[in-house]
């Protein structure tokens, strides 16, 4: 007779446990991919560098501590920046608010 394999979690924790992958490796692919940017935008005058680095860090900083930590330093250190990084933050959170709605929770999977 034919037995089912015990599954120690159910399909909505695997689900959970693959989408929170995902969304991990969309946030390295994304802030490596500034931080390469802001590197080519040292060299090239198209780009700005600086920028482009201070973006990729932030966003690495959620998975990274040393770059949480040198965030943290920069933020010490140009106090101005810090104030201009919190509003562009503030502002991209909105942004991102109005184009990916938030899930409903009457939403069934």
């Not at 689900?15 to 802030?31: A, F, H, P, Y």
């Not at 502002?91 to 608010?97: M, S, V």
Request: proline share 5%; net charge positive; charged share 20%.
């Amino acid at each position: 007779m034919y037995k089912e394999p015990f599954l120690p979690c159910s399909v909505a924790a695997l689900r959970n446990l693959v989408t929170k992958q995902i969304k991990r490796w969309l946030i390295l692919i994304t802030g490596w991919g500034f931080v390469l940017l802001g590197v080519v935008g040292l060299f090239l005058p198209i780009l700005q560098g600086v920028f482009l680095l201070l973006v990729g860090l932030s966003i690495l900083s959620s998975e990274y501590v040393w770059a949480h930590k040198l965030i943290q330093k920069l933020r010490a250190r140009f106090p101005s920046l810090s104030r201009q990084m919190e509003a562009a933050g503030t502002r991209a959170r909105a942004w991102i608010r109005r184009i990916i709605p938030a899930k409903s929770n009457d939403a069934q999977d």
